[in-house]
């Protein structure tokens, strides 16, 4: 799954010290970003809102720990 997948990739010190669906957002948003299609790629706009939910559930989970 790529929750595992992510934690061959993630650096390892942090261990799990991160949400995972949040580090599989970003993995996904990354994906988008260097597509090789630049008409398939998202606009910044997108990419800022993306990158904005991800800090906001971040900094839920964080709270909740």
Same mark, same amino acid.
């Given at each position: 799954?790529?929750?595992? *997948?992510? =934690?061959?990739?993630?650096?390892?010190?942090? =261990?799990?010290?991160?949400?995972?669906?949040?580090? /599989?957002?970003?993995? *996904?948003? /990354?994906?988008?970003?260097? @597509?090789?299609?630049?008409? *398939? *790629?998202?606009? $910044?706009?997108?990419?800022?809102?993306? #990158? &904005?939910?991800? #800090? @906001?559930?971040? $900094? &839920?989970?964080?709270?909740? /720990?």
């Amino acid at each position: 799954n790529e929750e595992d *997948r992510l =934690k061959n990739v993630f650096d390892p010190t942090q =261990k799990e010290n991160y949400p995972p669906e949040s580090a /599989i957002s970003v993995a *996904r948003l /990354i994906d988008v970003c260097v @597509n090789g299609d630049p008409s *398939r *790629r998202p606009d $910044m706009e997108v990419v800022v809102r993306s #990158l &904005a939910q991800v #800090l @906001n559930s971040s $900094m &839920a989970w964080e709270s909740s /720990i």
